[in-house]
């Protein structure tokens, strides 16, 4: 009991039977075909796929951004896909970062203020330490000399580094990214999941990412291949 | 410390400046421009008000009802006839004006009252004759409910209160009969005649008022108009003369005499005025119209801009209602400095306004444009445009906020 217990502390997220659709009419295609998935703490997942497969349709319902149309997502064992907006939102908010492919930044904010963006949010933070965990978070990703740089004035390997520590700004259990070194050279791609997953590992995230990378995903702890919107 | 809604939309807003400054611009000139054109229209009505007030009072009361066969024998004693009007039967003038004066004590908005005599004679000076109307007041009476006392342009009020022939004469029939203070002149009515002094001549501005009414002592006008009783019309001042209209229907039923308020008495002038408001309220409206196009504009350009912000938002945790209030704020923030700018534009421009000459003398005699300062055109002119913005934001904020984060990722990804 005990030993089923821990595993299931240790899980992050789980999703069962997942179906979406997407477009309408004669457009509308079944995207994931009841697809399950799990992952834990301290992990670090990679959906591999051709374009079109689901994983990031998959991807963005684990996250909370989407809604299924059948099945149950569990965030830390509360099943959240049935819940409201605003509780998703919460949800989000609380345990979930996210990477995107395209950085994704606030371009008219500095570096320092797009990490404080989550935190300011979620507000359980004084204005001090939300401003020393960014200014932390920005020197482990290598950007402590650049915290005041408008996004604009970041290249696309440091906007991404940003991503990431405003990712982990809120100390998530989860961090999702769609493609995290999809825009960028070997070097910073090399540079950018070293450090997703090293950060994740350090604080015992589950890192679920999506990629085309095959040297990446063959440097995850597990690979889940897709295909045609059911897992392979 | 600054709510991350309003820091974020306070960036949004500055990152689109040629947009901001243009709604920002708009604003402020409906803002400015619904204050100059209130101050202004208001400005000269307010005056009109002012200048008939200081003529003729808030109220007249003449002419007694005549409803019962009593009446009717009561007239038939004295000089008056009957005459009817809208269905009712009056006896022109006031038989026994001490007596309504005591019953008008009992009407607290009452500021004075005054006994008039009228009568229409010839005015005859040196160089000429023209008609006019003798108007007989007690003159401590009718400062009260006139402003004859700040009337005066030449000669002293006091010359005429202590001389019991001396006669105010108005600026315009005294410049026809070319009489100066002083001067002396005859008046002639019935195949009576009169020899009075110019004792000081008044300037009302109401050119009618000014070419026809001659101000005399009581007894010497009831000397010269032969009426030893009675009054031709109680003149009434009141302390709030908005109030007139219903004052005066309570007058009329406790009197039961013929009351008219000055609502009543200037409606066609009123009614001019009315008709100026609502073509300039229509003007501004159109301008608040376009100012709330300008935000709504700017809104929605930036909500198509920054969707893939407002995705980021999303997944950060924000709520619906934050992206909504991110830009609620935009206008806010917009708003906020239209107004302020608009209020403060309103105002250097209604000064600016007030400064330029224009000689108007008709019903009313001004040297320069005529502004009214009033708190409630600044309120107004504010409250409109909250609304109006505020409405042209309601729209696209809503929209962002509608947006599926899910939705933007998958399309900016593809």
């Not at chain 1, 769609?178 to 995230?205: I, M």
């Not at chain 2, 007690?138 to 342009?153: G, K, P, Y």
């Not at chain 2, 008709?362 to 309120?379: A, C, E, N, P």
């Amino acid at each position: 009991m005990e030993g089923s217990s821990a595993v299931s502390r240790d899980l992050a997220i789980r999703c069962r039977d997942l179906h979406r659709h997407l477009g309408q009419g004669e457009g509308r295609v079944h995207v994931l075909k009841g697809v399950s998935f799990e992952a834990r703490r301290g992990q670090v997942y990679a959906i591999v796929g051709p374009s079109g497969c689901g994983k990031s349709t998959l991807l963005y319902l684990l996250g909370l951004l989407d809604r299924p149309d059948g099945g149950e997502i569990e965030i830390n064992g509360r099943v959240m896909s049935n819940h409201d907006d605003l509780a998703r939102t919460a949800a989000r908010g609380e345990h979930i970062g996210f990477v995107f492919q395209f950085h994704f930044l606030m371009l008219e904010f500095t570096a320092l203020e797009n990490v404080m963006m989550p935190m300011r949010k979620l507000g359980k933070l004084t204005p001090a330490a939300m401003r020393d965990r960014a200014h932390g978070l920005l020197e482990a990703v290598g950007l402590g000399a650049k915290t005041h740089r408008l996004g604009t004035q970041l290249s696309g390997g440091e906007q991404q580094r940003v991503a990431v520590a405003r990712a982990l700004a809120n100390q998530p259990t989860i961090l999702l990214a769609d493609e995290p070194t999809g825009n960028l050279d070997v070097r910073n791609s090399n540079l950018v999941f070293d450090l997703l997953t090293r950060l994740a590992k350090e604080n015992g995230q589950a890192v679920v990412l999506v990629t085309h990378n095959p040297e990446i995903a063959q440097r995850c702890d597990v690979t889940r291949p897709m295909r045609d919107g059911v897992f392979v | 410390m600054i709510s991350p809604n309003l820091r974020i939309a306070f960036r949004f807003l500055t990152a689109k400046k040629r947009a901001m400054v243009m709604s920002l611009a708009c604003t402020i000139l409906g803002v400015g421009l619904f204050i100059v054109t209130q101050a202004t229209t208001s400005g000269f009505e307010r005056f009109f008000t002012k200048t008939i007030l200081g003529i003729n009072g808030a109220i007249r009361i003449e002419d007694k009802i005549q409803d019962t066969m009593r009446s009717m024998a009561a007239a038939g004693g004295g000089d008056s006839h009957f005459a009817r009007r809208e269905g009712v039967k009056y006896i022109e003038g006031i038989e026994e004006p001490q007596a309504l004066i005591e019953a008008l004590r009992g009407f607290p908005n009452i500021r004075g009252v005054s006994a008039v005599v009228r009568g229409g004679v010839q005015v005859t000076s040196a160089f000429k004759t023209e008609d006019a109307q003798v108007f007989g007041i007690r003159l401590e009476d009718h400062v009260r409910v006139s402003d004859l006392a700040e009337q005066i342009t030449s000669g002293q009020l006091d010359d005429f209160r202590q001389t019991p022939t001396g006669a105010l004469v108005g600026r315009v029939l005294a410049d026809r009969l070319q009489l100066v203070v002083g001067d002396s002149f005859v008046l002639s009515t019935r195949g009576a005649s009169r020899r009075l002094r110019v004792a000081a001549i008044y300037e009302t501005g109401y050119r009618e008022v000014d070419k026809t009414n001659v101000y005399l002592h009581q007894a010497e006008a009831r000397s010269l108009l032969k009426r030893p009783s009675g009054a031709t019309f109680l003149q009434i001042g009141l302390h709030d003369p908005d109030r007139a209209p219903a004052d005066a229907s309570r007058m009329e039923q406790v009197l039961r005499h013929s009351v008219k308020p000055w609502q009543e008495r200037e409606k066609t002038w009123l009614a001019v005025f009315r008709a100026l408001r609502i073509s300039t309220m229509i003007t501004v409206s159109v301008f608040t119209l376009i100012a709330s196009l300008a935000m709504f504009n700017t809104l929605a350009m930036i909500v198509l801009e920054k969707t893939k912000d407002i995705a980021i938002l999303r997944s950060m945790g924000y709520e619906r209602r934050d992206v909504t209030r991110i830009f609620l704020w935009q206008a806010g923030i917009v708003l906020g400095i239209g107004a302020g700018a608009g209020a403060i534009l309103g105002a250097v421009v209604t000064w600016l306004v007030s400064q330029v000459p224009l000689p108007v003398n008709g019903i009313f005699k001004t040297d320069r444009f005529i502004v009214t300062w009033d708190i409630y055109h600044y309120l107004g002119a504010i409250a409109t445009a909250v609304v109006m913005v505020m409405i042209a934001s309601l729209i696209p904020a809503r929209r962002a906020a509608r947006l599926e984060p899910g939705d933007i990722v998958r399309g900016t990804a593809q």
